[in-house]
């Protein structure tokens, strides 16, 4: 086993390799990640990243700590703050541990223009004095917790050698790596040619480095640990469609309607009870739109789900499905009644 820095936390008790969840804005909130967990545990789990500004801010605080909830199931689950004053990155750092988070990540990989334009997310590629004492910062306020860095290879092209040579300096407890500069948004295809030299670099300074860019599944994720030699790998996109991406005794073709079904059920419940009125359900629609592809009938309960506003409408457009399509799928009633103990359990 690698040999960590101090504080390494979590870190020093996953397994060799390992298979990260990635921080997606509106995506990996609480709800997703409750239903992914349950469903095939990855061994790390991220957040969606938070504004340490907005956590600074006594008006900004309440409307937040939504963003901060999570469930002992996700364990070992870390938060992800963004900003680029230290003295605020340390006070969100500090938020976070007396939450109780696993551990905290910083990004500085952000490429969206409202993020960067303010020197946060990948703009802090262009002042690495600042990021390292970012980095600083947020470990004084994380202690005991391990502290982690997601950023990118480049900001207008690849120098990926002299950045991470300074995020190295900072000692964070793992680097992720998405393969690609901040100029390439996710126009092209992630640099892998690149990740050896980094994990090379990276060699015997105590700091893991994880890979991510367009790993399609955990076979694709071995492939690519094999022939690159990093310690883990993140996947994030290909979370879409798919809330089994991380059980390896199920396959794709494996999952049936009504495990889909289901899914939609669970989500929208949960959704619902932990969010209620504060997030907008319409978000809810890309994750159900997402589940409901490949089979007889999907595009019908598609046309249903593209409007819905509430987990209330999800269930009756289930239903409406389930009675419409039954001469085809031949939902039992057992399974229909599996379907409903999943809805009344769905906020335990």
């Not at 409202?114 to 703009?123: E, L």
């Not at 900001?155 to 393969?179: D, F, K, N, Q, S």
Request: net charge negative; glycine share 8%.
């Amino acid at each position: 086993m690698k040999k960590l820095g101090e504080n390494a936390g979590f870190w020093a008790n996953l397994p060799q390799p390992f298979y990260a969840l990635a921080p997606m804005e509106d995506v990996t909130d609480a709800a997703f990640r409750r239903v992914v967990a349950r469903r095939g545990k990855p061994d790390v789990i991220f957040g969606e990243f938070v504004s340490a500004d907005g956590l600074s801010s006594e008006r900004g605080l309440p409307n937040l700590m939504r963003l901060l909830y999570f469930d002992e199931s996700e364990r070992p689950v870390v938060a992800q703050i963004f900003g680029e004053k230290p003295e605020n990155m340390h006070r969100a750092a500090r938020i976070c541990r007396e939450i109780g988070f696993d551990g905290v990540d910083i990004n500085m990989g952000c490429p969206v223009k409202k993020v960067v334009r303010t020197g946060c997310g990948s703009a802090l590629i262009e002042t690495p004095e600042l990021a390292k004492e970012i980095i600083q910062a947020v470990k004084e306020g994380a202690h005991p917790l391990p502290v982690s860095v997601k950023t990118r290879i480049g900001y207008r092209e690849i120098v990926l050698e002299e950045w991470l040579g300074h995020l190295l300096e900072a000692e964070p407890i793992a680097v992720t790596l998405h393969l690609r500069t901040r100029k390439e948004m996710s126009n092209v295809p992630a640099h892998w040619e690149v990740m050896p030299a980094a994990v090379r670099q990276a060699k015997g300074t105590g700091t893991l480095i994880i890979g991510n860019g367009d790993i399609r599944d955990l076979v694709h994720a071995d492939q690519l640990i094999a022939e690159n030699g990093m310690d883990g790998a993140m996947l994030g996109r290909a979370i879409y469609g798919n809330a089994w991406l991380f059980d390896r005794s199920i396959t794709p073709d494996q999952i049936t309607v009504h495990d889909r079904l289901q899914l939609l059920t669970e989500h929208s419940l949960t959704y619902e009870n932990i969010f209620g009125p504060k997030k907008n359900f319409v978000i809810m629609r890309k994750h159900l739109l997402a589940h409901t592809t490949g089979f007889f009938g999907s595009r019908e309960l598609r046309h249903r789900l593209e409007s819905v506003t509430s987990a209330a409408e999800v269930v009756d457009a289930i239903e409406w499905f389930r009675t419409e399509f039954d001469h085809v799928h031949h939902f039992s009633s057992q399974q229909k009644s599996a379907a409903a103990l999943s809805s009344n359990r769905a906020g335990d």
